[in-house]
Every structure is written in structure tokens, then in C-alpha cells.
Nanobody, 119 residues
Framework: QVQLVESGGGLVQAGGSLRLSCAAS????????MGWFRQAPGKERESVAR????????YYADSVKGRFTISRDNAKNTVYLQMNSLKPDDTAVYYC????????????WGQGTQVTVSS
């Protein structure tokens, strides 16, 4: 059973930066693709970024391309989301999730961390 704990959220002004961290435990970290998702009030949850187990492949939603960077440190069992040039539309609860390499879906989720961007 994989446990995920996010940290790093907070309040920031538009144009600012935040770095989210997600520490994983309970599994072989490199066997899992890791993803960041977000959900704003009244909206559906959306995928923000994903990274393969080795870290060699990444995916970004169009809305964050060029501003957000996902990375992972497999020695520390941690995945990061560096968020730059933040906009008020980025305000949401951000969730870290893990998908086992043999699974078709993300089966493990963190508790979420709030990111609020003021204008």
C-alpha cells in the first residue's frame, strides 16, 4: 500500500512561484508513474502533469506548459511540482497520485494541498 503526503501549498500573489512536494512510502517508487492533479471549486479534477517511473518522460496540461515543471528524486521517493508565473486560475487543491506500471489508473492519492493565487 502506497502512502502519499503532499506539502508546499500556500498563498501567493499572481506571478509568484511555489514548489509542491509529495513524499511516497510503502512501495517501490520507480514502479509508479506519478502525477499531479488539481481541483478548483465547482470544477472537475484535472490532470496537471505526469512523470514516468524513471523520470525520463513527462506530460503537461496545455494550461501549465512552460510554467510548471514536474520532477522526481527516486532516491528520496519524492515527486515535485515547481510552479512559476502563477495565475489566479491556478487556484485549486493539488493532489499527488501514483499509478503502478501494470495498472491503467491512478490507485493512490494524497490528501491534497491548497494553492491560492491572489490577483
Amino acid at each position: 500500500q502506497v502512502q502519499l503526503v503532499e506539502s508546499g501549498g500556500g498563498l501567493v500573489q499572481a506571478g509568484g512561484s511555489l514548489r509542491l512536494s509529495c513524499a511516497a512510502s510503502g512501495g517501490t517508487f520507480t514502479w509508479y508513474e506519478m502525477g499531479w492533479f488539481r481541483q478548483a471549486p465547482g470544477k472537475e479534477r484535472e490532470s496537471v502533469a505526469r512523470i514516468s517511473g524513471s523520470g525520463s518522460n513527462t506530460y503537461y496540461a496545455d494550461s501549465v506548459k512552460g510554467r510548471f515543471t514536474i520532477s522526481r528524486d527516486n532516491a528520496k521517493n519524492t515527486v515535485y511540482l515547481q510552479m512559476n508565473s502563477l495565475k489566479p486560475d491556478d487556484t485549486a487543491v493539488y493532489y499527488c497520485a501514483a499509478r503502478h506500471m501494470w495498472s491503467g489508473e491512478y490507485g493512490y492519492w494524497g490528501q491534497g494541498t491548497q494553492v491560492t493565487v491572489s490577483s
